[in-house]
T-cell receptor, first 112, second 117 residues
Framework: AQSVTQLGSHVSVSEGALVLLRCNYS??????LFWYVQYPNQGLQLLLKYTTGATLVKGINGFEAEFKKSETSFHLTKPSAHMSDAAEYFCAVMDSNYQLIWGAGTKLIIKP | DVKVTQSSRYLVKRTGEKVFLECVQD?????MFWYRQDPGLGLRLIYFSYDVKMKEKGDIPEGYSVSREKKERFSLILESASTNQTSMYLCASSFRSGGRSLSYEQYFGPGTRLTVT
């Protein structure tokens, strides 16, 4: 069965610093992978996704993620954090029934 | 733009009340989902539906039921609300198998924060 592990329930970075949010997955089929963002008191919004093709995927708001099959990872990065990036981030993998298996989420805290 | 709407952003109900949460999507998606979100537990699937009048239990269906009479509308019902059902409820929709555009992602509504006292 597929599963998703997000390392760190909270990650704190300074404004302007690199953001790195980690996601590892297990999947018995070629994975389709997703990152979503949730701002306070809102629903989830798609940041980016990997289905096929280029393993480095660019998303909205300057975020990108790289699919590394050998490491079963799909880590999310942004070169320079902004205060508006403070939110909760969820990684997900699609299962064979086209449903999403979710990680527990990582809260990103931006220090001024 | 895909739009998923939920009937209420905030709801306060008393223990034992019957509660209806409504969700409507305008993208002709086959799949619709109800999740519950609690701090530290991520998203947990309550029920999903892949077609009108069809429903499947998710990971935590106990204490909930659902109804899908029309393709665009998916309702979550708490037959007798209890305090442990105080939570954020999120509705989502997606194409069944990606649709013509092979779009597999789920689209979410803004959520309903339910408090049961």
């Amino acid at each position: 069965a597929q599963s998703v592990t997000q390392l760190g329930s909270h990650v704190s970075v300074s404004e302007g610093a690199l953001v790195l949010l980690r996601c590892n997955y297990s999947s018995s089929v070629p994975p389709y992978l997703f990152w979503y963002v949730q701002y306070p008191n809102q629903g989830l919004q798609l940041l980016l996704k990997y289905t096929t093709g280029a393993t480095l995927v660019k998303g909205i708001n300057g975020f990108e993620a790289e699919f590394k099959k050998s490491e079963t990872s799909f880590h999310l990065t942004k070169p320079s954090a902004h205060m508006s990036d403070a939110a909760e981030y969820f990684c997900a993998v699609m299962d064979s029934n086209y449903q999403l298996i979710w990680g527990a989420g990582t809260k990103l805290i931006i220090k001024p | 733009d895909v739009k998923v709407t939920q009937s209420s952003r905030y709801l306060v109900k008393r223990t034992g009340e019957k509660v209806f949460l409504e969700c409507v999507q305008d993208m002709d998606h086959e799949n619709m989902f109800w999740y519950r979100q609690d701090p530290g537990l991520g998203l947990r699937l309550i029920y999903f539906s892949y077609d009108v009048k069809m429903k499947e239990k998710g990971d935590i269906p106990e204490g909930y039921s659902v109804s899908r009479e029309k393709k665009e509308r998916f309702s979550l019902i708490l037959e007798s609300a209890s305090t442990n059902q105080t939570s954020m409820y999120l509705c989502a929709s997606s194409f069944r198998s990606g649709g013509r555009s092979l779009s597999y992602e789920q689209y979410f509504g803004p959520g309903t924060r339910l408090t049961v006292t």
